[in-house]
């Protein structure tokens, strides 16, 4: 398994992949963060949080889309498939090399708190409370990225795959209040990744929904190890 998370996050830095998704994330977070903090002269970070939880639909999926899908068009995916490495192991260094990526990128955005004192003081629970939510959504979203990939061999296909279902997770939030009935919007904060995000930008630590994100991040591995079985036994 370890051979495989080092070439997977070998590969990020030998292709223009991981430099694209870098540079793509810092530009995007940079440019909320100006928006949200810096030029409403504010310390409060909540608002800057908010809103790039939408910012992670286009850009995660540039970390997922090619981990089977390039493997499956290149005909490469069978190697690993006949490789001693069991189908689990392998899943998880892939999604463990993307998550690496991502956490490596967003340790790198938190400069952007440097000057925010100079704003006033800042909530660091609520700022880590941010930091702790980011990574976690950005560890649900990578797991769909993954399960996504293992569907399909067009590399462009997994990424708008991917786009699509991570837009209903986090748009789910949005309608909840254009709904009357109360069972129907029960149901929508409990699937929605935003509602259960929303409570950590003002410095909750919500121990539900880290279940929650941990939870789906599993199924979906599970589900992306199950197809990749059925195909190394077809």
């Known amino acids: 398994m370890l051979a495989i998370y080092k070439k997977e996050l070998k590969t990020y830095f030998t292709t223009p992949l991981g430099y694209a998704f870098i540079a793509v994330f810092l ?3 940079g440019a909320v963060f100006c928006i949200s903090t810096y030029q409403l002269q504010t310390s409060d ?33 069978q ?8 189908v689990g192991s392998m ?8 998550l690496t990526m991502f956490a490596g990128t967003v340790l790198l955005s938190c400069l952007y708190y ?33 399960f996504v990939s293992t569907l399909t061999e067009s590399s462009v296909t997994a990424c708008v795959g991917t786009m699509g279902i991570l837009l209903l997770f986090a ?31 003002y410095g909750i ?22 197809i990749c079985e059925r195909r190394r036994y077809a």
């Open 79 to 86: 190697i690993l498939m006949t490789s001693p490495v069991s």
């Open 171 to 201: 748009g789910l939030g949005l309608i909840n209040n254009l709904v009357d009935s109360y069972a129907v919007r029960s149901v929508i904060s409990w699937i929605s990744v935003y509602s259960r995000y929303y409570y950590f930008t």
């Open 114 to 146: 440097l000057p925010m004192p100079s704003y006033g003081e800042v909530n660091t629970a609520k700022a880590a409370g941010c930091l702790i939510a980011m990574l976690l959504v950005g560890t649900c979203f990578i797991s769909v990225g993954i």
């Open 27 to 29: 530009a995007v977070s």
């Open 45 to 77: 970070i909540s608002g800057y949080f908010q809103i790039m939880i939408f910012g992670y639909i286009p850009i995660v999926p540039l970390l997922t889309m090619r981990s089977f899908a390039e493997e499956r068009r290149a005909k490469t995916d």
């Open 91 to 98: 899943v998880f260094a892939k999604f463990l090399a993307a």
């Open 205 to 226: 630590f919500d121990i539900a929904a880290t279940i929650y994100y941990i939870s789906v991040t599993v199924i979906f591995l599970f589900l992306s190890v199950r």
